[in-house]
């Protein structure tokens, strides 16, 4: 029953979900907050404006908000890193730690002679009855 449970949570398809959903609500509003007090203050001081938010383009009196997709791009890019590298990474890593591949036991081995499979156990071989 635990077993089944395990293999239920590690399934692609729970993981996936599990992404999404801290994606979307836990980090988005953490993320958001960071780029907008802290990614963007620090870049603008270099281009010279305080909030990539102010940025507009007014074009026969529409106005394009280009900032604002700008803050929104930065604070996608740094919700995708950090959900690769503390979920995704190691996620992957527990996965191909659990699925090793299985050695099989040798059990038999092929005579010099003849080249037919007899156990690893025999003397003689018992096709040729070669001595082993």
Excluded at 45 to 58: E, N, W
Excluded at 63 to 78: D, E
Excluded at 98 to 108: A, G, Q, S
């Amino acid at each position: 029953m635990i077993k089944g449970f395990r293999d239920f949570l590690l399934r692609g398809n729970v993981v996936d979900l599990a992404v999404a959903v801290i994606i979307g609500g836990a980090f988005g509003a953490i993320v958001t907050s960071f780029v907008t007090n802290i990614i963007t203050p620090l870049i603008a001081a270099i281009v010279g404006k305080p909030d990539f938010s102010a940025l507009v383009l007014k074009v026969n009196g529409g106005v394009i908000t280009y900032g604002t997709f700008l803050n929104s791009a930065i604070a996608f890019v740094l919700i995708a890193t950090v959900v690769y590298f503390m979920i995704v990474l190691p996620m992957n890593s527990v996965t191909s730690r659990m699925n090793k591949p299985v050695v099989e036991e040798v059990t038999t081995k092929a005579c010099p002679q003849c080249l037919s499979e007899i156990p690893i156990a025999a003397t003689r071989c018992k096709f040729c009855t070669q001595a082993v």
